[in-house]
């Protein structure tokens, strides 16, 4: 066993048990907590795929910055109740016979098919291959994510104002 | 690891995920399901383009991404304004479109 399977196996429990944990706890912050542990381990599965620049947004933005929002949200709404927001959930068996056959399709799916078992060589430098593609083939979607991510933060600004 | 082993382990977090939107009543637990089930395809994306050396599905993950934090800042701000407005975050107790 090399290190890279290791460390594949490693951060599959990790992932896996971290994800659970956030679907079945039952306090919301924890919940969170786990999701920022879920998110930080698929940055480690980025990182075995030798995508440190997407790994290092993927803490930055997602680890960083979603789990803040989260958890504003949940602070600043229990404020407003005054009280613990309880996380239950329901239809277990309904979503757990969903969510299996799901996962059974996409495994057979997967299984059936004959994919790449090792990766291909790169030459040169994956995080350079990335901006020069963002900023010449992709350099249109790459303005209109800008524009996205300004007009979603403007309405939540709007949204989330305070009553006047 | 062979790409195979990528998959499986993306499509284990998503169906994890549609559990948690499934399940959960609470609003922000549906966002935190829907988190993962976005994280999950991440992982499909950039398990693809590094198999298929090419950086094109590299370059979606960054897209996704974005997209993914514009909408829980979204999705965050809408349940702030219905708690002030309907006092609960609860799923089944927002039936205002119900016929």
Redesign the interface.
Known sequence: MNGEVLAFWVLAVVLVGSALSVVLTTNLFHAVLWLALALTGTAGVFLLLDAEFIAAVQLLLYAGGIITIVVFAIVVTERLVGERISQTSRRLAGGGIVATVLLGAIVSAVLERPLARAKPAVDGDLTRAVGDVVLTRFVLPFELLALLMLAALLSAIYFARPDD | ?????????A??????????V?????T??I???I??ML?AV??NL??F?????D??G??F???T??????????G??????L??TR?T?MA?HLDLLKG
């Open positions: 690891m062979g790409l195979q082993a990528y998959l499986i382990l499509a284990t977090v998503f169906a994890i995920g549609l559990f948690g499934v399940t959960r009543r609470n922000i637990g966002l935190l399901g988190e993962l994280n991440n992982i950039v398990a383009a590094r198999f298929s050396a950086v094109t590299m370059v993950t960054i897209f991404i974005c997209i993914t934090v514009s909408e829980a800042a979204l965050l701000a809408i349940v702030i304004l708690f002030r006092r975050v089944d």
